[in-house]
């Protein structure tokens, strides 16, 4: 007897069909061989499947089973084809008429008692479901809501092996899964925090307005407790607002990794991510034997911070310096070359010394020449110059701290944002951060004021070549916020202000 089912299966952010074929023949003696490149986890299924399908009354077939994954020529990884083979089991005993199974794409893990748990990557799969043109999705009922983000297919959420069961021989009428994606999507697009918590620290406040509309990268420097830590967590807020298509893209790389909120199944808002010092080179960069998403690919359209930047591994952090420049990561490994998104915007903060207080005017610094300067080069010169401002963020005075006023709210310099990123849009199709050397030269003209105070920063601050083009796209933001078409002294000043380190702070 010979019975088909359709699947599918991630292969990185993405998904690929699979065809899961059972054959049955006689035997003296009951055999289960699994083909088509199957991993541990595929290996192991046979296991589960058996003892589900007994224990959920169901009989399986006597003799030589042949279970075969296609295509036999790419590795099948996970749990996520125990629910399928079963179903397919089914159609070899006539417990399910084998031509039911042709409009359906099944995933599922299934326990020993016949439950079906959820698995990672459903968004992908249903994705790839629609574009094979399958009609029916059935997977894990705490994934429906995910699948159901795809529009154009019917998604089926099941409990049980008997549930799916009874699903496919019409003996229980089940509604397919509905989900009103726009609203979905305008529900939870809220933040927790805004900058109008933030007291004091106006410039730091306006750099990283500058930052956020030109799609630039920061680094602020100032000692413990001054306010780094809660500056970064509320540039989400005044990031640009999502776009739907943005949210589909972030939700595959979360759902791929297990990390998608099952109440929203969709992320609505910028992502925040910030990883501890100790994360190694694949957990930011993405990797393993089969190679998936790191943390930079995690915070893709959204934000990566790094708190105390010299404490992170050197290795670690000069595999940033491609992708910051490309806005994707490639990863090859014995198993595939695989590319991930990865246009983040890069936040980092540090002390400017050991101790944290060198240039304290109210704490002394206990740290000697030598070791700051041990401390700062920890951080590499290429990588500094592909971070386009550092700002100094001093201690919060106690008037400050105390002030009963509010601060500038998140919608407000949102607004700003938005505008300005709507005139580089217009203009380059990308935000100004992301200027060619050819747009850099059109766009970025200085008269000749301009001309010779980029030509003293340069001699009196020995800037790179690529800090000269960072500072120029940095006051082309500066203009833009300003409203204005040409680059003035005073835009090319403020942008050469936000080279602390050049300064020699």
Known sequence: MFARVFSAAVYGIDAFSVEIEVNTGSAVKNVIVVVGLPDIAVKESQERVTTAIVNSSFRWPKGRTVINLAPADVRKEGPSFDLPIALAMLAITMEVEPERLEPYCVVGELALTGAVRPVKGILPIALEARKAGRQKLIVPRENAKEAAIVEGLDVYGVASLR????????????????????????????????????????????????????????????????????????????????????????????????????KSALVSTRVFRSPHSTVSDAGLLGGSHQPSPGEISLAHHGVLFLDELPEFKRSALETLRQPLEDGRVTISRAAGTMTFPAEFMFIAAMNPCPCGHYGDLKKACRCSSAQIQRYRARISGPLLDRIDLHVEVPAIEYKELSSEAAGEGSEAIRARVEACRKVQLDRTGAANARMKPKQIRALCKLDEAGSGLLKLAMAEMNLSARAYDRILKVARTIADLAGDEAIAPAHLGEAIQYRALDRGM
């Open 163 to 262: 549930e799916a069961h009874e699903l496919m021989t019409g003996e229980r009428e089940v509604s397919p899964t509905r989900v009103n994606l726009r609203k979905l999507f305008e529900q939870h697009q809220r933040y927790d925090t805004d900058f109008s918590e933030v007291k004091g620290n106006q410039h730091v406040k306006r750099a990283i307005e500058v930052a956020v509309a030109g799609g630039h990268n920061l680094l602020m420097i100032g000692p413990p407790g001054s306010g780094k830590s809660m500056l970064a967590k509320r540039v989400p807020t005044i990031m640009p607002t999502m776009s739907l298509a943005e949210a589909i893209e972030v939700t595959k790389i979360h759902s791929v990794c297990g990390l998608l909120d099952a």
